[in-house]
């Protein structure tokens, strides 16, 4: 548990900081490693993975269309290029506890590859396999696409994350979600009140859980996720 709390209070900080298709495989070297890795072109969709390893390409396409997706559905614009790199260690700026980071200046997704990934053992208190490195992938698309919504220049930390956490599990199979609220159980949080930096920092796992929740609810949705973007809820102290 520890290691999962680390692990996404530091992603926090470092953002303060289908299937694939067979077009041509290119070759560009990754970050963190002296593996090769290939591109691909994600099949109808603006993204382009580079990873050493052809399935963790699938799924880190099927991962950014389950994103791309959702998003789309609540009228977010998914029309910008996305990339992606798999790689055996991120870069410094997210430290050595992140699974995965979205490099605002770059405009690009770095994340673990799998067999890097499953050496955390858990995550959400539930064991890593596939299903949820692609929730990781969603998760991790979701700050990429976000971030080119967002109508305000400096959205908080809990804003970002709030739609990040949202996108990821509602894209997530039903029984891999109900394993994942059951580890945290509550009702959701009652209103932007209580979602602020040091909420997410104390327990960013069950920010993430008790967010989707607070999402559910018949008065939030889609609605609050543009009030997000358009910096009407979630701001640090004062709107802009």
Same mark, same amino acid.
């Given at each position: 548990?520890?290691?999962?709390?680390?692990?996404?209070?530091?992603?926090?900080?470092?953002?303060?900081?289908?299937?694939?298709?067979?077009?041509?495989?290119?070759?560009?070297?990754? !970050?963190?490693?002296?593996?090769?890795?290939?591109?691909?072109?994600?099949?109808?969709?603006?993204?382009?993975?580079?990873?050493?390893? =052809?399935? !963790?390409?699938?799924?880190?396409?099927?991962?950014?269309?389950?994103?791309?997706?959702?998003?789309?559905?609540?009228?977010?614009?998914?029309?910008?290029?996305?990339?992606? !790199?798999?790689?055996?260690?991120?870069? !410094?700026?997210? $430290?050595?506890?992140?699974?995965?980071? #979205?490099?605002?200046?770059?405009?690009?997704?770095?994340?673990?590859?799998?067999?890097?990934?499953?050496?955390?053992?858990?995550?959400?208190?539930?064991?890593?396999?596939?299903?949820?490195?692609?929730?990781?992938?969603?998760?991790?698309?979701?700050?990429?696409?976000?971030?080119?919504?967002?109508?305000?220049?400096?959205?908080?930390?809990?804003?970002?994350? #709030?739609?990040?956490?949202?996108?990821?599990?509602?894209?997530?199979?039903?029984?891999? $979600?109900?394993?994942?609220?059951?580890?945290?159980?509550?009702?959701?949080?009652?209103?932007?009140?209580?979602?602020?930096?040091?909420?997410?920092?104390?327990?960013?796992?069950?920010?993430?859980?008790?967010? #989707?929740?607070?999402?559910?609810?018949?008065?939030?949705?889609?609605?609050?996720?543009?009030?997000?973007?358009?910096?009407?809820?979630?701001?640090?102290?004062? =709107? =802009?």
């Amino acid at each position: 548990m520890r290691v999962a709390i680390l692990s996404a209070a530091v992603h926090a900080l470092a953002h303060v900081l289908t299937a694939a298709s067979s077009l041509g495989w290119g070759t560009a070297l990754a !970050d963190g490693g002296s593996a090769r890795a290939r591109e691909v072109r994600c099949d109808a969709q603006n993204v382009l993975v580079r990873s050493p390893t =052809p399935a !963790d390409a699938k799924v880190a396409c099927e991962g950014a269309r389950d994103a791309i997706g959702f998003l789309a559905a609540q009228r977010f614009d998914v029309v910008n290029d996305i990339s992606i !790199d798999l790689v055996p260690k991120l870069p !410094d700026v997210a $430290r050595t506890t992140t699974a995965g980071c #979205y490099l605002e200046s770059e405009r690009r997704v770095v994340i673990l590859s799998f067999s890097e990934f499953k050496k955390f053992k858990t995550w959400f208190n539930v064991p890593i396999d596939v299903s949820l490195y692609r929730s990781l992938v969603a998760h991790e698309v979701a700050h990429a696409l976000s971030a080119c919504n967002f109508k305000i220049g400096t959205p908080s930390i809990q804003a970002k994350e #709030y739609i990040a956490y949202v996108t990821m599990l509602a894209t997530m199979a039903p029984m891999q $979600r109900e394993r994942v609220l059951s580890q945290f159980p509550g009702q959701g949080f009652e209103g932007d009140w209580q979602m602020n930096t040091t909420t997410y920092l104390l327990d960013p796992m069950r920010f993430g859980v008790e967010a #989707y929740r607070h999402f559910l609810k018949p008065a939030n949705g889609r609605d609050y996720l543009h009030a997000i973007l358009a910096g009407k809820v979630m701001f640090e102290s004062a =709107p =802009p």
